[in-house]
């Protein structure tokens, strides 16, 4: 176990989250004292000072445009302390999927290191609910495509950077999360040999198997739908020990030959259970019985999967994994019998320096920042950690170790309460703008909501909608919003023209909504796409190098994104436009 227990984890955790403020202060301290000599920070007039006062005098807010060209330069081969004050070695790739265009990021062993640490936090905490005995882990995980920048460093998704370190199989073997498949299956390069791998993996260990998981639900969701269609084609080759022909990466070849022997009698109890099960459900406690949980992160834009996932996992609880980025982390998810729609982080106080920008959208005055990006919100100076209040919404700001400054994150959360004395957040939403036409301010959050109360409507016909996003259409005038739906089975015309109201009625937006009556914005429009849309488009950023693990549906198509949007356009087989404001 490496001198790690899950009682001595969970007590650290204890510990170190009943003096926050202190540790808080000791975390920055030890931050600035460590990167004193870079340039970033000597430039800023810091001189090796490393209090809060100074800190905050002398360091300015910053986003990722501002840290870019440091990051730029260390891509580009400048080893002198420039961020940090070791060399970075690795850059990951943010996804690009929910900011807009992939970014740059420093991976260094910091990173690694508190990686780990939350891996360890929040299995002990999980463990403790729901024991697991050694086994295996049915990971749907996939490497992304692997780099060289200019000046040699390594750039990956901040998740392959991890699968491809040591210490990553180390931290799975101790907490029983080792993956069925081999390596050359999680790093093929096409992942949809890789997900059909996964599955036969899972299939072949099934008894082994504790727990099912990926990074985030959709990948989950994407393995399972993919079962629905591949399922024969699996038993017949665990029946034959034969790997299908649809699998020609070598490499992969080679190693599932050491893994697939002919096995009848498995594929026999795989057909059997699979031609049992009624339109899927339960599908993975059937055919992994010791599976004692479905694990990843299910918070967020991932919460429009629940209702799907729940389907598959049947009997079995979903429990959420905790919160972070390819910037830093930052809290675990302690209490992991709550269901994900309740998931709540802890900070973990010794990770990084936080501070949090509190924020009260300010609805009297729509009039002003017409086309800004950012949400009109009133916006005060940042608080410290133990500062927050119950019930307040902010955005976080983070300090690291791994040389991002006062960065803002660009994620907004809500303080539900305090473990010992660090703060329990609920993931809100980005805080950019997700669709603006007038003086309309729509986020993620709400949009997410709105198809959220429109989905009700479907519930009868027992259709679901597979996934969405949305664009703003300014070929008319005026500029209407556009949602487009792939739905799982075909639905009246009376019922999606509910549907489509029951849209336009759902954004709570005052600007929407003032719009909408004076006619500053168009009716909205729902468009059907036909059934396997989305995944043309999952397929069309992983072409570009985005990482499968990280992937999550934009959910918004900027005009600019013309590759994307024609893929919607060409597969749009009905269109639908609101009434609700006639
Ligand atoms: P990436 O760097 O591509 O992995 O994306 C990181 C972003 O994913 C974060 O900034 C959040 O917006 C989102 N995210 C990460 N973890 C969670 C979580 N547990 N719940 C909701 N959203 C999350």
């Not at 969701?221 to 024969?232: M, N, S």
């Not at 198809?451 to 597979?466: G, R, S």
């Not at 259409?473 to 075909?490: A, M, Q």
Request: hydrophobic fraction near 35%; proline fraction near 4%.
């Amino acid at each position: 176990m490496n001198g790690f227990t899950h009682q001595s984890v969970i007590d650290e955790f204890e510990a170190t989250t009943k003096d926050t403020g202190k540790v808080q202060i000791e975390t920055l301290r030890k931050i600035l004292e460590k990167n004193s000599e870079t340039e970033y920070l000597q430039k800023l007039g810091l001189n090796g000072r490393t209090d809060l006062e100074s800190f905050k005098a002398c360091v300015p807010l910053a986003t990722h445009k501002d840290f870019d060209p440091y990051i730029q330069r260390i891509a580009d081969g400048d080893l002198s302390p420039v961020l940090t004050e070791k060399p970075i070695k690795s850059m990951s790739i943010s996804s690009g999927t929910s900011q807009g265009k992939p970014k740059f990021l420093p991976f260094n062993e910091e990173y690694l290191i508190s990686t780990m640490r939350m891996f360890r936090i929040s299995f002990a905490f999980r463990n403790r609910e729901f024991p697991i005995r050694v086994g295996k882990a049915l990971q749907f995980i996939y490497g992304s495509k692997q780099f060289k920048t200019k000046g040699g460093l390594t750039a990956a998704s901040a998740s392959t950077n991890l699968y491809l370190t040591s210490q990553y199989k180390i931290t799975m073997k101790d907490i029983h999360s080792q993956s069925c498949s081999p390596d050359e299956v999680i790093f093929s390069p096409d992942f949809h040999q890789s997900l059909y791998c996964h599955l036969l993996c899972g299939l072949i260990y099934s008894q082994e198997v504790q727990i099912v998981s990926s990074a985030f639900a959709f990948s989950l969701i994407h393995a399972f739908r993919t079962f629905e269609q591949v399922w024969e084609e699996l038993c017949c080759d665990i029946r034959d020990g034969i790997l299908s022909n649809r699998i020609t990466v070598p490499s992969i070849r080679t190693a599932l030959s050491k893994i697939l022997k002919p096995n009848p009698e498995l594929a026999d109890s795989i057909y059997k259970k699979c031609s049992g099960l009624s339109n899927w459900y339960g599908v993975i406690p059937e055919l992994w019985p010791n599976a004692k949980y479905v694990y990843g992160i299910m918070t967020g834009s991932m919460e429009p999967y629940l209702m799907k996932l729940r389907h598959y996992a049947g009997r079995l609880p979903l429990v959420s994994a905790g919160y972070g980025s390819s910037e830093g982390w930052i809290g675990a998810n302690i209490k992991p019998w709550l269901p994900p729609e309740l998931v709540t982080f802890t900070v973990v106080p010794d990770i990084g320096y936080f501070e949090f920008i509190p924020i009260r959208e300010k609805v009297e005055d729509h009039e002003l920042e017409k086309t800004a990006s950012i949400l009109n919100y009133i916006e005060s100076e940042p608080i410290g950690l133990t500062e927050v209040k119950v019930g307040e919404e902010y955005e976080i700001v983070l300090t690291n170790f791994s040389g991002l400054y006062r960065y803002r994150l660009g994620d907004v959360v809500k303080v539900t309460g305090f473990h010992n004395s660090a703060p329990e957040l609920h993931f809100t939403c980005r805080r950019s703008v997700l669709l603006t036409i007038n003086i309309d301010k729509t986020t993620e959050n709400d949009l997410q909501l709105a198809v959220e109360a429109a989905t009700k409507l479907l519930a009868e016909e027992k259709v679901e909608v597979i996934d969405y996003t949305s664009n703003v259409d300014s070929s008319t005038d005026p500029s209407h919003y556009v949602i487009f739906w792939e739905l799982s089975g075909n639905v009246s015309e009376g019922v999606l023209n509910e549907c489509c109201c029951c849209l336009d009625q759902s954004f709570v937006d005052a600007g929407y909504i003032l719009s909408r009556k004076v006619c500053g914005i168009g009716a909205l429009e729902l468009r059907v796409v036909q059934k396997g849309t989305f995944h043309k488009i999952l397929d069309h950023y992983l072409k570009l190098g985005a990482a499968a693990s990280q992937f999550k549906t934009p959910r918004c198509i900027g005009a600019l994104n013309s590759a994307v949007l024609q893929i919607l356009c060409d597969n749009v087989v009905e269109s639908y436009f609101s009434t609700a404001f006639d």
